[in-house]
C-alpha cells in the first residue's frame, strides 16, 4: 500500500492514541492514566500542601515520627506495677531496655482507639488496629473498596512538608506486600499501610534501605550524592515537560469522559513538579559521609536497625521533619529464631493462657522494645542545631493497634511518648489518662506542630491535658 495513501477504511475506525509516540523516550519514568481511548496504563494524583512552619522556643525544627508495633502487648508484662508512681523505681519486664533512656519517655496508660473494636464488623482486629492507628476512623470492610482517612501524620506534613525536601517519609521493615483481601474481608492496604494520604490512599511504605538512602541522599557514592540527585531531578522535569506538551496536543482528540482522566492524571503531574519544584529549593544536600546500603538485610533486626539509622539521617538532615515506621504489620506471624523462639509471632499471642507462650510473646515484645531503645539512644547523641538533641527535639510515638493479642483488645494500648517536643513534653514518668482516645494524644501533638486550629481529629473528643 502506498504510505501517501492510507486504507481509506482506517479513517473510519474509531481514534486510537499511539501508546508507544506518548511515552516516547519516557522509558518505564511515567505512565498515562487508564484512558477509553488508550486502555492498560495506570493513573496518578495527589496533592500537598505547605502552611506554617513549627519550630521550638530555640528555633530548632520540630519532628513528629510514628513507630508501629504488631500484635499488640502482654499487659502483665508490659505496664509498670501499681502503685510505682509517677517514676517507677523499676520498669515492667518488656519496657526494661528503656532503662538508660527512660527520662525521655512517657508511658501513657489509659490510651483507647474504639474505632477498631469489631461493632457489627466481625474479624478483622488485625487489619482495624492496623489501619485506624493513625487514622482513627472506622475502617470500610471490604477487600476491594478503600474508605480510611486522612492520618495525622500526613495533616502534620500537610504543615510543615512545604519547609523539607521531603513533606514526610514512610518506612516499613516488611519484605511482602500483599493486595486484594487479608483479614477476614478487610483490604491488604489496612494492614500493610499505616500512613494515609486520604480516605482512599495509602502512602505506600519503602522497605529497601538502599532506595531510601538514595531517595534522601542520591545514588553514587560519598561526594557523588549530591550530583546525581540534581542530574534525576533534571531528567524527571525533562520527562514532565514532554508529557505536558504531548497532553496539551492530545486533549482536544478526546472525548469528555477521557479528558475527565486526563485532566485528574495531569494534577499528578503537576504535583510531581511541584515536588521537583520544592527539592531544587533545597540545593544544600547534607550528604552523610557512609556507604550507600547494600540492600534489605538478610534479619529482622539488621533490617530495623538500618532503617533506624536512615530515620536518624533523615531528622539530622532536616531532610524531613515527619516520618512513621511500621516495623511489621499487624497479624504478622514472623518467627524469632535470632532470639530462640521458632514459632510465629501471631500463633503465639493465641496463647490461651499458656505461661510458657505467654512468656515467648513477652520476650518479642521486649525484643522490639529494644529496637526502640537503639533509636532513642542515637537520637539522644545526636546534637541538633540549637545545642539540644534531636530527641529533645521530638515527638516520638511507639505503639500497637491491638492491647491484648490474645483478646484483640483495643483499650489501654501499648503507647508510649518519648522525646522532649522541643520542651513542650515532660517525659520520664508514668502517665494515666483514665479513658481517653488515642485521637486525643495525636490532637495535642499536632497542637505543637502547628496545626492548633484542627478542632477535630477522628473520633476524638479533646486534647490531653497531661504529656
Request: proline share 5%.
Amino acid at each position: 500500500m502506498n504510505p501517501m495513501h492510507p486504507d481509506p477504511s482506517a479513517l473510519q475506525r474509531p481514534f486510537q492514541i499511539n501508546r508507544r509516540r506518548f511515552l516516547r523516550g519516557l522509558g518505564a519514568g511515567i505512565a498515562l492514566p487508564a484512558l477509553v481511548s488508550m486502555p492498560g496504563v495506570a493513573a496518578a494524583s495527589g496533592q500537598v500542601k505547605a502552611a506554617a512552619r513549627a519550630t521550638t522556643a530555640t528555633g530548632a525544627p520540630l519532628r513528629s515520627v510514628f513507630l508501629y508495633f504488631p500484635n499488640g502487648a502482654i499487659p502483665s508484662e508490659w505496664w509498670p506495677a501499681e502503685g510505682a508512681g509517677a517514676s517507677p523505681s523499676e520498669l515492667s519486664r518488656t519496657l526494661e531496655p528503656l532503662d538508660t533512656v527512660r527520662r525521655h519517655v512517657q508511658i501513657l496508660k489509659g490510651i483507647d482507639n474504639l474505632t477498631a473494636n469489631p461493632g457489627p464488623d466481625g474479624a478483622g482486629d488485625h487489619a482495624r488496629g492496623n489501619g485506624t492507628f493513625l487514622t482513627c476512623v472506622r475502617l470500610r470492610k471490604s477487600s476491594t473498596e478503600l474508605r480510611a482517612g486522612t492520618s495525622i501524620d500526613q495533616l502534620i506534613a500537610s504543615e510543615v512538608g512545604s519547609f523539607t525536601r521531603i513533606p514526610s517519609l514512610e518506612l516499613t521493615c516488611d519484605h511482602i506486600r500483599k493486595s486484594s483481601g487479608c483479614d477476614a474481608g478487610y483490604s491488604c492496604a489496612y494492614q500493610f499501610n499505616i500512613s494515609w494520604r486520604n480516605a482512599t490512599t495509602p502512602m505506600t511504605a519503602e522497605n529497601n534501605p538502599r532506595l531510601v538512602f538514595e531517595r534522601l541522599f542520591g545514588a553514587g557514592g560519598p561526594g557523588e550524592r549530591t550530583a546525581n540527585l540534581r542530574r534525576r531531578q533534571q531528567e524527571q522535569r525533562s520527562v514532565l515537560d514532554f508529557v505536558l506538551e504531548d497532553a496539551r496536543a492530545l486533549q482536544q482528540r478526546l472525548d469528555a469522559r477521557d479528558r475527565e482522566k486526563l485532566d485528574q492524571y495531569l494534577t499528578g503531574v503537576r504535583e510531581v513538579e511541584r515536588r521537583i519544584a520544592r527539592a531544587e529549593r533545597f540545593r544544600d544536600v547534607r550528604e552523610p559521609d557512609m556507604d550507600t546500603p547494600a540492600g534489605v538485610p538478610g534479619t529482622h533486626s539488621e533490617h530495623i536497625q538500618l532503617m533506624n539509622d536512615l530515620l536518624v539521617l533523615a531528622l539530622q538532615t532536616d531532610t524531613t521533619r515527619v516520618a512513621s515506621l511500621q516495623l511489621s504489620y499487624d497479624g504478622s506471624n514472623r518467627s524469632f529464631s535470632e532470639i530462640g523462639i521458632a514459632e510465629g509471632h501471631h500463633d503465639l499471642t493465641h496463647h490461651q493462657n499458656r505461661p510458657e507462650w505467654i512468656q515467648k510473646v513477652a520476650q518479642i515484645d521486649r525484643w522490639y522494645v529494644s529496637q526502640f531503645a537503639r533509636l532513642l539512644q542515637k537520637l539522644e547523641a545526636v546534637k541538633d542545631v540549637d545545642g539540644h538533641s534531636l530527641l529533645h527535639n521530638s515527638m516520638i510515638v511507639y505503639g500497637s493497634g491491638n492491647a491484648d493479642g490474645n483478646r484483640h483488645t483495643h483499650s489501654n494500648l501499648p503507647v508510649l511518648l518519648a522525646g522532649g517536643g522541643g520542651g513542650t513534653l515532660t517525659p520520664g514518668r508514668v502517665v494515666q489518662h483514665g479513658s481517653r482516645p488515642l485521637a486525643n494524644l495525636y490532637l495535642s501533638l499536632a497542637d505543637r506542630m502547628g496545626l492548633d486550629r484542627l478542632e477535630r481529629f477522628g473520633d476524638s473528643t479533646g486534647r490531653l491535658s497531661d504529656v
